[in-house]
Nanobody
Framework: QVHLVESGGGLVQPGGSLRLNCAAS????????MGWYRQAPGKQREVVARISSDYITDYADSVKGRFTISRDNPENTVALQMNSLQPEDTAVYYC????????WGQGTQVTVSS
């Protein structure tokens, strides 16, 4: 059974930073593309970052230069470092994996507010 468990969300002031982590099990992690997408109320789902099995990264224009995705294959984890957070980054962030099929976690809330 596949499990993707996110952690690290919370409330942060504008300009602040958060680091999200996702622990994966039940998939062949090293050959999977991993990523993060977010869903804000009333807005379309947005893929913010992804990292391929050979460590090629891709970012949404809205987060380029502020967010960094990384993976740790021995630990089966993927992280999203988010800097210079703004209120428009407020959303539920979901970890996803593409490994034959696509899987995603339960999500973690990120709120950027003063």
């Amino acid at each position: 059974q596949v499990h993707l468990v996110e952690s690290g969300g919370g409330l942060v002031q504008p300009g602040g930073s958060l680091r999200l982590n996702c622990a994966a099990s039940g998939i062949t992690f090293s050959t999977s593309t991993m990523g993060w997408y977010r869903q804000a109320p009333g807005k379309q789902r947005e893929v913010v970052a992804r990292i391929s099995s050979d460590y090629i990264t891709d970012y949404a224009d809205s987060v380029k230069g502020r967010f960094t995705i990384s993976r740790d294959n021995p630990e089966n984890t993927v992280a999203l470092q988010m800097n210079s957070l703004q209120p428009e980054d407020t959303a539920v962030y979901y970890c996803y994996a593409i490994s034959v099929y696509q899987y995603w976690g339960q999500g973690t809330q990120v709120t950027v507010s003063s």
